[in-house]
T-cell receptor, first 112, second 112 residues
Framework: DAGITQSPRHKVTETGTPVTLRCHQT?????MYWYRQDPGHGLRLIHY???????DKGEVSDGYSVSRSKTEDFLLTLESATSSQTSVYFC???????????FGSGTRLTVV | DAKTTQPPSMDCAEGRAANLPCNHS???????VYWYRQIHSQGPQYIIH???NNETNEMASLIITEDRKSSTLILPHATLRDTAVYYC?????????????FGKGTLLTVNP
């Protein structure tokens, strides 16, 4: 999607290992979000950020941490990956002018 | 944010108009109606939003009832590529709550 990039697109990791997913924007927007999507649950908010070093928890934040040291990057870390964190992760940015949201293409994470 | 109710699934013939309903009977005066869609394996995509007047853009039209308790998203000439899950979301555009909360949406299947 224009202006927002997620990396990696796919990752397989072992239980207990740390994993970091990256969301990068070129739009200089203040608000960024991390969601996960699982069958039967839809999209659920993990964490969001409203500025550099300003973050807050969403509805499913346990086991996840985030960091935002620069406007353009929002990192999601699974400190010790578990099989329940196997999911598709989407990053989103909110347009500061029209309040619309743009989502990234997603990261498919498998924890084995 | 006000709760929304959507049918879980709908079918539409290719080339015909697709009319997707959404009930939001508890909507507040300052809450907007947003529509997003998610094509399989992709991130959600913004379609349209409105407050009380009907809205139209290159993708769709949004019809909001006079009492604002329900709305209809209209895809005027549905194509196979419009097969997706469509989410109706009601929320304040501005203010302290910047989180976008997704329900289960409507799976629209466009048939040839």
């Amino acid at each position: 999607d224009a202006g927002i990039t997620q990396s990696p697109r796919h990752k397989v990791t072992e239980t207990g290992t740390p994993v970091t997913l990256r969301c990068h924007q070129t739009e200089n927007h203040r608000y960024m979000y991390w969601y996960r999507q699982d069958p039967g649950h839809g999209l659920r908010l993990i964490h969001y950020s409203y500025g550099v070093k300003d973050t807050d928890k969403g509805e499913v934040s346990d086991g996840y941490s985030v960091s935002r040291s620069k406007t353009e990057d929002f990192l999601l870390t699974l400190e010790s990956a578990t099989s329940s964190q196997t999911s598709v992760y989407f990053c989103a940015i909110r347009d500061d002018m029209n309040y619309g949201y743009t989502f990234g293409s997603g990261t498919r994470l498998t924890v084995v | 944010d006000a709760k929304t109710t959507q049918p879980p699934s709908m079918d539409c013939a290719e080339g015909r108009a697709a009319n997707l309903p959404c009930n939001h009977s508890t909507i507040s005066g300052n809450e907007y109606v947003y529509w997003y869609r998610q094509i399989h394996s992709q991130g959600p995509q913004y379609i349209i939003h409105g407050l009380k007047n009907n809205e139209t853009n290159e993708m769709a039209s949004l019809i909001i009832t006079e009492d604002r308790k329900s709305s209809t998203l209209i895809l005027p000439h549905a194509t196979l590529r419009d097969t997706a899950v469509y989410y109706c979301i009601v929320r304040v555009a501005r203010g302290s709550n910047y989180k976008l909360t997704f329900g289960k949406g409507t799976l629209l299947t466009v048939n040839p």
